[in-house]
């Protein structure tokens, strides 16, 4: 494992040309380019502020704040893997004429989306400081937060991707997964206006935590629990080792599958 580490390492380089690959041509052709990255999440906060406020009434105050510190981060979990499943087959011809770690696909293509995701998250500091919410010094431990979740979203987008390649119906499947996925996240409702055996269910899904935390930091102004910490970093790790291994046991027959 550490000898895979150093070797994917040494192809860093590539790794940054592919996220910056990715980054411009992804509104290469728009007429307002880099903008949508701030005003996709800012559109998507609007709608769901309209929908949860004036047709479902929510009793959170300052609901749009709530909403918008657990959207950003989720739409960066699911485009990592609703974009990241088919990366491999999508960058076949890499893959079968030249040689590097085919990790770095996956890697590169988590890594733009979280990039995205730190610019976005630009909508959600500025709200944040005009808001009633305000920011504190725990805005400081979101990156620690951040990390976990890209560790969650890398481990998920390396068995995706690997399994991907020998059966493609799983790219669709994945987006099937995530839509019912969004509903078992407290991102639009808090995790205690449900029943409690319900929300013990729901701690079992590793983006509770991350979103919780998300929450707690930016909307609370408290520390996540000693628990939450563990178990984030727990999921993400155990997730991350179990991608590589499936990943690492299938990367052997990419080149015949594509």
């Not at 390492?9 to 910056?20: A, K, T």
């Not at 990390?147 to 059966?167: H, I, K, N, P, Q």
Request: glycine share 6%; charged share 10%; net charge negative.
């Amino acid at each position: 494992m550490i000898e895979r580490i150093r070797t994917i390492y040494d192809y860093r380089d590539m790794i940054y040309s592919l996220v910056r690959r990715e980054l411009r041509g992804r509104y290469q052709k728009s007429v307002l380019g880099m903008l949508w990255t701030f005003l996709n999440p800012f559109f998507q906060i609007v709608i769901y502020t309209i929908v949860f406020t004036l047709i479902f009434p929510s009793n959170i105050e300052n609901y749009y704040i709530y909403l918008m510190t657990g959207i950003i981060p989720w739409n960066f979990f699911t485009e990592a893997l609703g974009q990241g499943a088919g990366c491999i087959v999508c960058n076949s011809d890499m893959t079968k004429k030249i040689y590097f770690p085919r990790e770095v696909l996956t890697i590169a293509s988590v890594t733009a989306k979280f990039v995205n995701m730190l610019l976005a998250s630009v909508v959600v500091f500025g709200f944040l400081v005009f808001s009633h919410v305000g920011i504190s010094w725990h805005l400081l431990l979101v990156p620690a937060v951040m990390l976990a979740e890209y560790l969650l979203a890398l481990g998920l987008t390396l068995f995706f991707s690997a399994v991907t390649v020998y059966l493609r119906d799983m790219e669709y499947i994945v987006g099937v997964l995530l839509q019912a996925w969004i509903w078992a996240t407290p991102i639009m409702y808090a995790i205690d206006a449900i029943p409690a055996f319900v929300g013990h269910i729901l701690l079992l899904n590793p983006m509770t935590l991350v979103i919780t935390s998300y929450h707690n930091l930016l909307y609370y102004h408290q520390l996540p629990t000693a628990l939450t910490w563990i178990g984030m970093y727990t999921f993400g790790i155990i997730i991350l080792l179990i991608g590589e291994v499936v990943f690492t046991h299938l990367e052997g027959n990419f080149a015949e599958e594509l």
